[in-house]
């Protein structure tokens, strides 16, 4: 976790008995949260498809304002073609923009994977850097990247992956205010178990998928229901909303 502030560590200083208290009702009921995403998205991982931290690196990189789906409907071309750092570092350009077009701001894009690649030649002997810093040295490579290379292949827990369904459930359950992706990922650390920031991060992204819609959630078959204070989410006409309201028959969350 990125070190404390002076004015993080001077506010938790004078922090107050009541909003102590508050802090650790969140930390419970983030800890039931994890608890009922697990049991519902016992198997998920990550939905980028790969072979390889190569792999994974790019179609991360590939997924900025694109969908998984997309990204997986390209890469395995892209992987024939240049299946190696090597390969990707001296690419032509042009037929790289070509490949990955579909996938949106291709020029950046073409530019941020031939530069990682480059520099994973140069100064990494071919391979993926395994550490947090070196990672963040490769072009086009930010936390949210760096942890999804991390966490998923190399089976290291430095951080939360904050992607757009992570930022926006994660203000819906009243986890994180919606400031930004970096204060998102410092209170989820805070928040959830060290050993789940991974499984949480796949988990959340599924739920975003299939259940919290950005625009149209489904709450009523949400497991999470009674555990969410619903922040943003309009109730249809005519329906007062009832943060935490449990569905009929389900007891309520130890």
Same mark, same amino acid.
């Given at each position: ?32 949260? @994890? ?11 990550? *939905?980028?498809?790969?072979?390889? *931290? ?16 997309? +990204?997986n409907m390209v890469t395995p071309a892209l992987f024939a073609r240049y299946p190696t750092a090597d390969d990707l570092a001296d690419a032509d350009p042009d037929e ?40 963040? !040295? ?13 966490? !998923? ?5 430095? &951080? @939360? +992956? ?29 928040? @959830? ?10 988990? @959340?992204?599924?739920?975003?998928? *299939? ?11 949400? !497991? ?15 329906? +007062? ?7 009929? &028959? ?5």
């Open positions: 976790m990125p070190p404390a502030s002076r004015k993080a560590r001077a506010a938790r200083s004078e922090a107050t008995p009541d909003s102590q208290a508050a802090e650790r009702a969140l930390r419970r009921r983030a800890g039931r949260i @994890v608890r009922a995403l697990a049991k519902e998205y016992n198997a998920a991982e990550c *939905a980028l498809l790969h072979d390889s *931290a190569l792999q994974l690196l790019v179609a991360t990189i590939l997924s900025a304002q694109c969908t998984d789906r997309r +990204v790289l923009e070509e490949m990955i077009h579909s996938t949106g701001f291709f020029r950046n894009k073409t530019r941020s994977i031939m530069g990682a690649c480059q520099r994973i030649r140069d100064d990494f002997g071919g391979e993926v850097p395994d550490n947090m810093d070196d990672l963040l !040295t490769l072009p086009g490579v930010a936390r949210k990247t760096a942890n999804v290379v991390l966490g !998923t292949w190399f089976g290291k827990n430095e &951080g @939360v +992956v904050v992607d757009t369904h992570v930022f926006r459930i994660s203000h819906r359950l009243g986890l994180a205010p919606r400031k930004n992706t970096s204060h998102t990922e410092q209170r989820l650390m805070a928040l @959830v178990p060290r050993r789940e920031w991974t499984n949480f991060s796949h988990r @959340v992204i599924l739920h975003g998928r *299939a259940v919290c819609d950005a625009r149209n959630p489904k709450c009523r078959e949400c !497991t999470l229901e009674s555990m969410c204070p619903k922040n943003g989410v309009e109730p249809p006409p005519g329906r +007062v909303r009832t943060p935490g309201r449990r569905r009929a &028959g389900r007891p309520a969350s130890a």
